[in-house]
């Protein structure tokens, strides 16, 4: 029986051959890296439950000090945002992950699938420049074909090669966070986060910045959410089941492989 959520969005992870997408799904979906992975032909499918807004947005971005947290219940009333909290039940988000291929020869096919997408990732080498530099155009093929409120994200993937952890000037990257942050304001990109999918740094944060982001669009009315071309779709009475909840941590996709 399959957990209930509470809306559904498909996410594609879109970029050149080679950046990491499969890794950073299987990262995000099994919670393991596999240094060595078929090349992805077409597109592979994954997908995870996780939770977006009140309370769980609330309490990952934000941890009160202890002094703060003695003080306001030194007199044994909740404060009011134990209340908000306490009022406000969570919800959950099914990501229907989107693996693309990003070799020249599988480029039509893949296109094809970013119609219907709520978010998506774009991802480049921080090792190869023109993965960077080729960001401009799956940008452009993506808002050609998707719906125009579709959330993306940049990410530098392989950040990993970044730093000298041995001392022995081992540091390959070759686009700088800066540059990368001002194409990400220029391109109207929504944040640009550095992940390692090998050693999991920022790679469930890059598909939790998407995920809240489609949710705000949710709570905002921004989707039709009875017309499947908007990429998110409500949860059916029949569809959840009555297991329990899954937890962002706790979930792993177990359904065939994930990219």
């Not at 399959?2 to 299987?26: E, F």
């Not at 700088?176 to 050693?199: F, H, Q």
């Amino acid at each position: 029986m399959s957990a209930p959520w509470d809306y559904i969005a498909k996410l594609v992870c879109i970029g050149d051959s080679g950046c990491g997408k499969s890794s950073l799904t299987i990262r995000l979906c099994e919670g393991r890296f596999s240094p060595h992975h078929d090349v992805t032909i077409g597109v592979e499918f994954g997908s995870r439950i996780v939770p977006v807004g009140p309370p769980h947005s609330k309490t990952s971005s934000s941890i009160p000090s202890v002094s703060s947290l003695s003080d306001a219940k030194s007199n044994g009333e909740p404060t009011n945002e134990d209340r908000e909290l306490q009022d406000s039940a969570q919800k959950y988000m099914k990501l229907s992950l989107w693996d693309t291929a990003g070799q020249e020869t599988y480029k039509s096919v893949t296109r094809s699938y970013f119609r219907g997408a709520s978010g998506a990732l774009l991802v480049f080498d921080l090792s190869r420049r023109d993965t960077f530099t080729h960001a401009t155009d799956w940008l452009a093929d993506l808002r050609q074909i998707a719906e125009p409120d579709i959330v993306v994200i940049l990410v530098g993937n392989k950040a990993d090669l970044t730093s000298d952890d041995d001392g022995d000037d081992k540091d390959k990257r070759a686009v700088t966070r800066v540059e990368a942050e001002d194409w990400a304001r220029k391109n109207g990109v929504l944040e640009y986060v550095e992940t390692s999918a090998k050693s999991g740094i920022n790679v469930e944060m890059a598909f939790m910045r998407v995920a809240e982001r489609i949710f705000q669009n949710i709570e905002a009315g921004k989707y039709d959410l009875d017309d499947r071309r908007s990429g998110v779709k409500r949860q059916t009475q029949s569809a959840g089941g009555t297991g329990g909840r899954v937890r962002l941590n706790e979930s792993r996709s177990k359904g065939g492989m994930c990219c």
